[in-house]
Structure formats: C-alpha cells, structure tokens
C-alpha cells in the first residue's frame, strides 16, 4: 500500500491553484511550479507537477485515469487480495486439486510397489484409497 502523503489536502489544493494563478507570469509552467514549490516549502516541483496533472485529469481536461478509479481499482484489487484462495477458485476446483493430490501417493505407490505384490495385498489397499478418494470428492472435499 502507498505510504501516506506528508502534504495534507488542503496544502495540495492550494499549490495547484496557485500554479493556476501565477502561470501568466513565467515563461514556462515549470517555472512557475518551482516558484509556487518554493512559496509554500513543498519538497521539490516536481510533487507540484504531479498535484496539477492530477487535479488536470479530474477536471477531465487530461485523459488519465482519476482518483476515484484508482481508489476504486486499489480497494477491488485489495478485496481479492485478502480473499482465502478456495473463494476465488470456487468449491468445484477446490474439490479437484484436493483429488488429484489424494490420488498422487496412488501413483506413485502403483509404479512402485504394486508390480510387486504377488498377494494383490497391496493392489487391494491401494484400491480403496483411490474409491475414498473418490467418494470425498464427490460428497464435498477431503475430511
């Protein structure tokens, strides 16, 4: 998150009418955002460019996006931040990440182990893990 200006509001209005006012008078609109910087001991011209061009596109005379979109954008794009990743992917693709992991140590056990079993032993206990598996998919995510 942005850290929090050391200007307040007020101080930001004041700079960018300010350059408004006193632009007549210098050759240049950088000349006159230095001299409006220097009058109310802002840190440099260039915070007082970005204050005009800021307050330019929420007048809508500079295309741009405006404060209240980016506010808006910050607090969407926080929302699904915070957010627990089950909501976003929903209950049907929780259900099937939570299968295929179950179903991973069967594979591995099948390569593995179950050639080996001349009883089926092995073949057996790895079936019914694969149908509760299955069956917690099915009924509503792993237990």
């Not at 909501?87 to 990440?97: D, K, T, Y």
Request: net charge positive.
């Amino acid at each position: 998150m942005a850290r929090p200006s050391p200007y307040p509001p007020e101080l930001r209005e004041r700079a960018v009418r300010k350059v408004a006012e006193i632009r007549p008078n210098y050759s240049t609109e950088w000349a006159a955002m230095k001299a409006v910087a220097a009058k109310l001991g802002i840190g440099t011209a260039e915070t007082v460019r970005t204050w005009v061009r800021m307050a330019e596109v929420n007048a809508g005379q500079r295309p741009g996006r405006t404060s209240e979109e980016a506010t808006a954008d910050a607090r969407i794009s926080q929302r699904l931040t915070n957010r627990p990743l089950s909501e976003l992917l929903g209950h049907g693709a929780l259900q099937l990440a939570t299968l295929a992991l179950n179903l991973l140590p069967l594979a591995a056990l099948r390569l593995e182990q179950l050639m080996r079993s001349r009883s089926g032993h092995l073949e057996r206990a790895a079936r019914r893990n694969a149908e509760v598996s299955l069956r917690r998919a099915r009924v509503g995510g792993a237990r």
